[in-house]
Each structure stands twice: as structure tokens, then as C-alpha cells.
């Protein structure tokens, strides 16, 4: 087996004289200790010494990229035929498998191997000593490192990330100093502030002007468009309340305008570069969320290529750490969007629906930032596609909303038949009131009685009236009726107020009774059902009670019967 | 399946490792060892609580998840192209297709040794 070796001065390729040690990998370590015994285990078969500097740092660019050079391939050719060449990168391992058919082994055997060799080089390869290699070594990480810092294909968004920043620190900038022309010369014309309310026509009016009695000559009809501001402004000028200025003054602050106007070209100079940069370089970001948006997530993610690494809820709330973790801090909710609030397409959305087309948007840019990043192809088709579905997307929501308000209107009779069924409702709760009717019918039939009593006093008085023009026949009964209820009632009395007193007067109102009928047979067969029902009062007082109920029934159905 | 395969897309797994993967993907699933999608397999190497990703080579354009190898090279966690994103969705439980997914790490688990097992057929390919 074979062992490529990368050294700053050149490729070796050592022979490995005891495959057997291989194997205990633990203990291979052992072997290097010492340069003889090193030696046992391997040996120097070829080296391939780099020419120069130049062709180090060539090869060298080329292994990073795990891709052999041309020097390598010959030299493993040469001398490589039907072994097993053993490798520090599996994927230049792979990339010599595919291209010169030698079969390469990786793996921790391997890894230990590379130690030893590494620890013993100077011993193994002859005419390598430790004060050549040295600054040798230093040499080539010098010249690689100039080569990535000029030829880093990753670096090239720092321009982008520097053009944004001067951007925004510009747009301070020219604020300040027009804020400053306003102030200083407003102490000589302060109504001119109002006349003229855009920064650049200020500055250029005042440039153009010098001391304000010089207004009335001048024509401001390159500068203010509209002739009523030109004919305010002179007017103006005529009465202005400001203080006198020299003319040292007026150079100062004609300076000052010159610096603010300069500042406001170089601003459109490098907002128009920024917009050519971020098309080159980030043409899906660009159409998805526009120049300065895409400039400004790009600055504060460090690259594309580390935005390109975030995922769609990272790129959606960048610019908001703040509220997200004083969010988090005091549990509430969470922001909805940090930098791409500025974008157009959340411009345009409803308060209502801002947060959902956000969280779309940002998905769509991690998309577009991932292609752009890293894809070869300018095109922007991946951004123009996206920015189409979320218009669409914003549309239906838009729409949606109309549908709602729609079938709220629906909704109202439905909320009336509701109600229409809770006043039917109501109506069923009435119904029990309805058949609470046989209650009052039940008092009602309790009533009753008492008319029946009334009637029958007054049936009473009838009889009595009617007592001296009946038949002597019919007198008789009548006269004993009466006699027997009254009987029947006093018994009744004294049964109530002492038991053994009731049951006494009742033998003697029976012995009565029977006299009675000795002497008058036609009430026999009455008088004789009335003793039968005295006999069973007399058994028991429950059973008497029971009996005066039925007595009571008894004397009822007899005044019906009448 | 498209006949040519974008050749960004490696290291792909032949026929019979795509079936070992999809099937430890479905009982990832099932274990709820799995977050499906490339912004929470985005997540899941971030956090460091990935086991391997799993990505479709037939998505179309392939750049949108072209990082996911570039973070698990920097996390140390193996990665792998399968044939189909459609076969990678069935296997994840969705009925949409699935570009990238993300086993999960969990000391408990059962699948602990499968997983251990497919790690390491995952990086002999880089072989």
C-alpha cells in the first residue's frame, strides 16, 4: 500500500513496509516514536518537488478544492500502477478513484499513519531538514491566504454590504446639513422655509440667491417649477422680518449648500450603483423585495452566504432581536417582521393580513436567497414567479375579507330565525302554564261543597215553609227526617267530645229508636239501617270515624237523590 | 424518476441504500425523532440535535437546499441525496413532497443502533 503525503515542498509517496501494524491502530503510535523504528514500518518510494512558489500555491488551491492537479495526476500515474494508495481527503480520494482508476483508502488507520508521518517528516524524506521546511511552510499559508482574501468568491457581497451602510449613513448626513442651510440662513429669510419645503430647491434657491434684496431681479423658474412659489418668494423678500447678513457670511453658507447639493448627486451615484451590484449578485432577492430591503437583510445576516444558511422564520423577524428577546423575556408575543417590513408587498397588505404575508414572504426569500447564493444563473425567474404568487395570495385574502363582511349579512336573518325560535320557545313555556288549569279546576271542585251545604240549608227553610201545606202523610216523614238528623248530629257531637259518653247516649237514642219503631212501622226498614250503622260506631272510635266519612258521603248522595 | 441526476447532488444513495434511509425515516416518524422540511432541518443542524439529513435530488431548482451540506459539514453531521422527493414525502407522512428532512437525536430511543448503522453507511459514501 502506498501513502500520499502533502508536504509545502512537495507530494510524497511512502511504501508501506508492514501492512500487519495497520491493523492495531492504538498502538501505531508507538512506532513513530523513533525514527528507526519508523523506518521499519515505511519508507520514501518517489517525490514530487514543487518548482517554485507559484506551483505550490497552485497545487496547494487545488487539493483545498479536493481536486488533483496535473503535476499530481502525472506523478500518480507514474508511479501508482495496480496499488492501493491511501489518502488524507476522501474526497480527493474519490476524485483520483474517478480519474485514474487507482483504488484509495480513508479511514482512522489511515488518519493515525498520517500523524506518524507527519511527526517523523524530516527523519523519512532525505534532504527535507527542519530549518527548510520551515519557512517553506510559512511561505505557502502566506501566499494561500492572499490568494483567498483576493480571489474569494464569497467576498464579493461586502461590497453591497459596505455600498448599504454609506447609504444609510448619507441619508443621515444630508439631513443634517439641509437642516443646517434652513436654520442658518433662516436667521436672514425664515419665511423662505415655508415657501419652499424640498431640501435640494432650498439649497439651490439659496445658492442662487445670496442676500434676499437680490431676489426680486433673479428667475427661479429653473428651480421652482410652480410661478406662485416664485411669486411668494419675491413677495417675501420685500417685507422679510430676517436679520442683515455680510457678505463672508453668504460665502459660508453658499458653501454649505454646495456640500449638501454634492452629497445629494453622490447619493443618486450610489444608490443607482447599489441597484446594478444587487441585480449582479442577488437578482431573486432583488425582484422579491427590492434593492434596499435585499441590501439591508444581506448587511445584517454578514453575507449571502450566511443568510442563504438561515431558515424562513430567521429572515423574518432579522432586524427585531430586540423585541424578540423582550418578547421572550416577558412572554409576550413575539414581533412579525423585523427589516422586511419595508417591503412593498407588506406595504400594500391590510393591517389585518400583514402578518400572514409576511410570514409568506419570508419563506419565498429564503427560497430566493438560497438560489441566488448558491446557484451560477442571473436569471430572476425564481423571484419574479414568487412575488406573483404572494400578489395572488393577497388578492384572495383581500377578497376573502368582501366574502366575510358578505355572509355576515347572510348571518342576520339567521340570527332572526334564532330569535324566532326562542319566541317560539317562549311560546312552549306558556303551554305548561296552560296545563296548570286542572289545579285551578281542582279548587274549584272543592268549592263545590260548601254551595252544596248553602243549598241544602236553604232547602231546609223550603221545608220548613212547607210544613203546614203538606199532606198529614207526608208531614209525618218530614217530621221524622228532621227529628233523626238532628239525633244523628248530636250523637256525632258527643261521640267527638268523649268516647264512652258517645257510646252511652247511643244505647239510650237506640232504645228511643226502637219505641219508635213500635209505633211507627212505615220507617222500620230506615230506622233499622241507622242501627246497624250505630252498632258499628260503637265497635271503635277509627272505625266510627271512618263510618262518618261514609255517613257524610251517604248524606250527600241522599240530598242529590232529593 | 428524471433520467439525468443534477450532479450537485453528493453524495446519492443507490437503490438499496434509498430503501434502508426511507424506512428509518418512516420510523423516525413514527418516534417523532423527524422534522421534515429544509428551514426546520435548517433549525435542527443549527441547534445541533441532528443525526443526519436526508435531501431529494430531483428538486427542481436544487439551490434551495444546497446550504443544508454546507452546515452539516460545519456541524459534523453526515448527509445524503435520495432519488425522489415524492418517495421521501411518503416515507415522512406527508402527502406533498418533502426536499430535506432531518433525523433528530434522542439518547432513549430505539432507533438508536438503526441510526448508528446508517450514519455510517451515509459516510462511506464520501469514500
Redesign the interface.
Same mark, same amino acid.
Given at each position: 500500500m502506498l501513502v500520499l503525503f502533502e508536504t509545502p515542498a512537495g507530494f510524497a509517496l511512502f511504501k508501506v513496509l508492514d501492512e500487519g501494524k495497520l491493523d492495531k491502530v492504538e498502538d501505531l503510535w508507538k512506532e513513530f516514536t523513533t525514527s528507526d523504528s519508523a523506518r521499519k514500518v515505511v519508507e520514501l518510494k518517489a517525490f514530487n518537488k514543487f518548482e517554485n512558489t507559484s506551483d505550490a500555491l497552485s497545487a496547494a488551491t487545488l487539493i483545498i478544492d479536493s481536486k488533483p492537479s496535473k503535476g499530481l495526476r502525472k506523478f500518480l500515474q507514474k508511479h501508482c500502477e495496480g496499488e492501493t494508495l491511501a489518502v488524507a481527503d476522501?474526497?480527493l %480520494? /474519490?476524485a483520483i478513484k474517478e480519474k485514474l482508476k487507482i483504488d484509495? *483508502?480513508? /479511514?482512522s488507520a489511515v488518519m493515525e499513519l498520517m500523524r506518524g508521518l507527519r511527526n517523523q517528516l524530516t527523519e523519512l524524506i532525505t534532504g527535507l531538514g527542519a530549518q527548510d521546511l520551515g519557512p517553506m511552510s510559512l511561505g505557502l499559508s502566506h501566499s494561500l491566504s492572499r490568494y483567498k482574501l483576493k480571489f474569494s468568491p464569497e467576498k464579493v457581497d461586502t461590497m453591497i454590504i459596505q455600498a448599504i451602510g454609506l447609504l444609510d449613513d448619507l441619508d443621515k448626513e444630508l439631513n443634517t446639513y439641509a437642516m443646517r442651510v434652513r436654520e442658518w440662513y433662516g436667521w436672514h429669510f425664515p419665511e423662505l422655509t415655508k415657501i419652499v419645503t424640498d431640501n435640494i430647491q432650498y439649497a439651490k434657491v439659496v445658492k442662487m440667491m445670496g442676500n434676499r434684496v437680490n431676489a426680486v431681479n433673479l428667475d427661479f423658474s429653473e428651480i421652482l417649477s410652480d410661478e406662485e412659489l416664485e411669486t411668494q418668494l419675491k413677495e417675501a423678500a420685500v417685507i422679510s422680518m430676517g436679520t442683515e447678513v455680510s457678505d463672508l457670511d453668504l460665502s459660508n453658507i453658499r458653501e454649505l449648500c454646495d456640500q449638501v447639493l454634492a452629497l445629494s448627486e453622490y447619493r443618486a451615484q450610489l444608490y443607482d450603483y447599489l441597484r446594478s451590484r444587487m441585480n449582479t449578485i442577488a437578482p431573486n432577492l432583488t425582484a422579491l423585495v427590492g434593492e434596499l430591503v435585499g441590501a439591508r437583510l444581506i448587511a445584517h445576516g454578514g453575507s449571502l *452566504?450566511n443568510l !442563504?444558511?438561515?431558515? %424562513?422564520?430567521t429572515i423574518q423577524i432579522l432586524g427585531a432581536e430586540k423585541a424578540l428577546f423582550r418578547a421572550l423575556k416577558t412572554k409576550h408575543s413575539t414581533p412579525k417582521y423585523g427589516l422586511i417590513y419595508h417591503a412593498s408587498l407588506i406595504g400594500k397588505a391590510s393591517q389585518k393580513h400583514k402578518g400572514k404575508i409576511s410570514r409568506s414572504l419570508a $419563506?419565498k426569500t $429564503?427560497?430566493a436567497i438560497?438560489?441566488d !447564493?448558491? %446557484?451560477d444563473g442571473e436569471d430572476n425567474s425564481?423571484g419574479t414567479e414568487s412575488r406573483l404568487k404572494l400578489e395572488t395570495r393577497l388578492q384572495v385574502l383581500e377578497g376573502r375579507e368582501l366574502g366575510k363582511s358578505a355572509g355576515s349579512t347572510k348571518g342576520k336573518p339567521k340570527i332572526e330565525v334564532y330569535e324566532k325560535d326562542r319566541k317560539k320557545g317562549t311560546g312552549a313555556l306558556t303551554t305548561p302554564a296552560k296545563t296548570y288549569n286542572p289545579a285551578a279546576d281542582l279548587v274549584l271542585t272543592e268549592e263545590t261543597p260548601k254551595k252544596s251545604e248553602l243549598a241544602s240549608k236553604k232547602r231546609k227553610h223550603n221545608e220548613v215553609e212547607t210544613e203546614p201545606l203538606a199532606e198529614p202523610a207526608e208531614e209525618a216523614i218530614q217530621e221524622d227526617g228532621d227529628q233523626e238528623d238532628r239525633k244523628k248530629k248530636k250523637k256525632k257531637n258527643k261521640e267527638s267530645k268523649e268516647a264512652p259518653a258517645g257510646e252511652g247516649d247511643g244505647e239510650k237514642k237506640k232504645k228511643k229508636k226502637s219505641k219508635e219503631v213500635e209505633e211507627e212501622p212505615v220507617v222500620a226498614a230506615a230506622s233499622e239501617v241507622k242501627k246497624k250503622k250505630k252498632k258499628s260506631d260503637a265497635d271503635g272510635e277509627d272505625v266510627a270515624m271512618q263510618t262518618e266519612e261514609s255517613g257524610k258521603k251517604e248524606k250527600k248522595k241522599k240530598k242529590k237523590a232529593c | 424518476m428524471e433520467s439525468v441526476v443534477n450532479p450537485k447532488a453528493y453524495p446519492l444513495a443507490d437503490a438499496q441504500l434509498t430503501m434502508g434511509i426511507l424506512d428509518i425515516i418512516q420510523q423516525a416518524a413514527n418516534y417523532k425523532q423527524l422534522k421534515k422540511g429544509a428551514n426546520e432541518a435548517t433549525k435542527t443542524l443549527n441547534r445541533g440535535i441532528s443525526e443526519f439529513v436526508v435531501m431529494a435530488a430531483d428538486t427542481e431548482p436544487l439551490e434551495i437546499l444546497l446550504h443544508l451540506p454546507l452546515l452539516a459539514e460545519d456541524k459534523n453531521v453526515p448527509y445524503v441525496f435520495v432519488p425522489s422527493k415524492q418517495a421521501l414525502g411518503r416515507a415522512c407522512g406527508v402527502t406533498r413532497p418533502v426536499i430535506a428532512c432531518s433525523v433528530t437525536s434522542n439518547e432513549g430511543s430505539q432507533l438508536k443502533l438503526q441510526i448508528q448503522g446508517l450514519k455510517d453507511s451515509i459516510e462511506k459514501l464520501l469514500i
Open positions: 476522501s474526497k %480520494g /474519490n484509495c *483508502l480513508h /479511514n *452566504l !442563504a444558511k438561515q431558515p %424562513g422564520s $419563506a $429564503a427560497l438560497r438560489y !447564493a448558491l %446557484g425564481i | -
